[in-house]
């Protein structure tokens, strides 16, 4: 190689401030701390959820989670048919959808591709010498990412019935079953854990960047006319939820965790949901 093709190669590189090689930094902080801890926390939660859905059934049965009157937001909504084959969790007819929003997640991406690729590992940290032939999100797997938007609009069939089930989870039915006796009014501390798991998840999706960009992009002037002064009063709205998106993403998915944990320690007799009934 002359030493013309290797200066031209290397200004082909971008190359930010950070030193060269995985890990080389002039930071004193502990920069480390935050990417570790990260890649803790989204492992256990991903990986559990990811079992609890789709292996959990097949595995041990029952495929489905329902437990005094909660169901597990990992099956919602449920989705039975007749003679499903046993290998089947109900939880892959729906899960693709909040895996593959949160997998595209503009968030996500930023934190994964730290934590699990080291590109780079940290602000002002080098990254691996082997990154350099990395091509983005142009080749596949990762030009799926693109697919973002799209599971946002998704995303938000599956957060209806989250709701719907929340509602439930505040009713008591006399005969044990829904829509078996006769319905009373309850406040139990499994309610109160798919309510806030519900409000978390509504939160993370309305804070999405794509769903800002939906309501108050490609607009050179918002106060024109009516319609453009409500998308901008919307986007304000988003706006301020999407400075948080990155704490509705870590909240929502400790507790959607959280929540299929406890309707399962329900369904094992391992707890009794204290509640209060009127």
Not at 139 to 156: E, G, T, V
Not at 195 to 219: A, F
């Amino acid at each position: 190689m002359t030493v013309q093709s290797a200066v031209l190669r290397a200004l082909r590189k971008p190359r930010g401030t950070a030193e060269q090689g995985f890990g080389r930094t002039q930071r004193k902080d502990a920069w480390a701390i935050y990417p570790v801890v990260q890649a803790l926390v989204f492992t256990i939660c991903a990986g559990y959820l990811t079992f609890s859905g789709v292996l959990w059934g097949p595995l041990f049965g029952p495929q489905f989670v329902r437990a005094d009157g909660y169901l597990s937001p990992l099956f919602s909504p449920l989705l039975v048919f007749k003679d499903m084959p046993t290998w089947l969790s109900p939880g892959l007819l729906i899960l693709w959808i909040p895996i593959g929003f949160r997998a595209t997640c503009y968030y996500y991406r930023k934190a994964y591709y730290r934590f699990y690729f080291a590109d780079p590992p940290g602000c002002a940290v080098g990254e691996p010498t082997v990154h350099r032939g990395f091509k983005l999100e142009t080749a596949f797997p990762f030009i799926l990412q693109n697919l973002h938007r799209y599971l946002l609009y998704l995303a938000f069939i599956p957060l209806f019935f989250l709701w719907l089930d929340v509602i439930q989870g505040f009713v008591n039915w006399s005969g044990g079953e829904i829509g078996n006796g006769v319905a009373q009014p309850r406040i139990g501390f499994g309610g109160v854990v798919l309510l806030l798991n519900t409000v978390l998840l509504t939160g993370y999706s309305l804070s999405c960047h794509s769903l800002r960009h939906l309501v108050g992009g490609r607009i050179d002037c918002f106060s024109c006319t009516a319609a453009r002064r409500v998308r901008y009063s919307l986007w304000q709205r988003l706006t301020d939820l999407n400075r948080n998106h990155m704490w509705w993403a870590w909240t929502s998915l400790v507790t959607v965790t959280f929540a299929d944990i406890y309707v399962r320690a329900l369904q094992a007799g391992l707890l009794t949901d204290p509640q209060i009934r009127f």
